[in-house]
């Protein structure tokens, strides 16, 4: 657990200040009653997430690495940076016997796309896309370039079995698309921004590939929500380096 030592701080105002105010935000935030509001499902998602769904991305993940080498993850922003920062913190950038992550789908970049084609032709592959509304430009461009390459290698029901959709539960061309072609189909909360979305699907199917233990990971989210909010600005060490800084 990352704990805070500012004793050797040089402040220019006291901390002791800001204590009532810390503790008016942090009600703002737990009794969702600020601006944006309906956004707030981050807040105690380590706790309240959908534990079928869970059990399900292991078993998919577990399944689909036994005949995988590379997993392109296709999103753009926080669809994947979430993602990215979990899995490079805890297996390093060049980890050995594992699923190898690549990135697409957030830039416009032919040359990319052209070197990440290249790369995969040997090598068997996986594509997890993420998008909320399936509309995104760039995630769509790669999306489509990627999918016809599944297809073309595996075959239409190869491919299905190799395609997994992180997308809106009900609506959005991406959930009509995973719909259509019958691709396993994981939920984006609506009350969960991409900024935060690394504890949903949106990270935890990238991250269970990597071969990272997304049980663990969710405990020791569960064990810093507990620790980190207590609304004593002097108990709280997130709430000292925020005013801190």
């Given amino acids: 657990m990352i704990t805070l030592d500012l004793s050797k701080a040089k402040l220019n105002e006291n901390l002791e200040s800001y204590k009532d105010t810390v503790k008016e935000i942090h009600d703002m935030i737990h009794n969702k009653t600020g601006a944006g509001n309906d956004f707030l499902g981050w807040v105690e998602l380590p ?3 959908d534990k079928a ?7 998919t993940a577990a399944n689909l690495k036994e005949k995988t080498d590379v997993l392109l ?6 669809s994947y940076l979430g993602a990215r920062a979990a899995i490079e913190a ?19 970049s032919s040359n990319y796309i052209k070197q990440v084609a290249e790369y995969i032709e040997g090598k068997d592959f996986a594509i997890n896309v993420i998008s909320k509304s399936g509309t995104t430009t760039e995630t769509s461009i790669a999306f489509r370039i990627f999918k016809e ?8 029901e190869g491919a299905r079995e190799r395609i997994v959709a992180t997308t809106d539960k009900a609506r959005g061309a991406l959930k009509t698309l995973a719909t259509e072609e019958g691709y396993t189909t994981f939920v984006i909360p609506d009350d969960v921004g991409g900024r935060y ?17 997304i049980d663990e990971m969710l405990k020791g989210a569960n064990d810093a929500m507990n620790k980190y909010s207590n609304p004593d600005l002097n108990q709280n060490d997130a709430y000292k380096y925020g005013v801190a800084r």
Avoid: H, Q, R
């Fill in 47 to 49: 706790e309240n997430y």
């Fill in 53 to 59: 769904e869970v059990e399900l991305i292991k078993k």
């Fill in 73 to 78: 993850v296709c999103g753009i922003g926080g």
């Fill in 90 to 108: 805890i297996n390093g950038l060049y980890p050995k016997n594992k699923v190898e992550i690549i990135y697409v789908g957030n830039t416009f």
């Fill in 149 to 156: 390459m599944c297809e073309a290698k595996y075959g239409k």
């Fill in 197 to 213: 979305s690394v504890l949903t699907p949106v990270g935890l199917f990238p991250i269970a590939m990597a071969g990272i233990d």
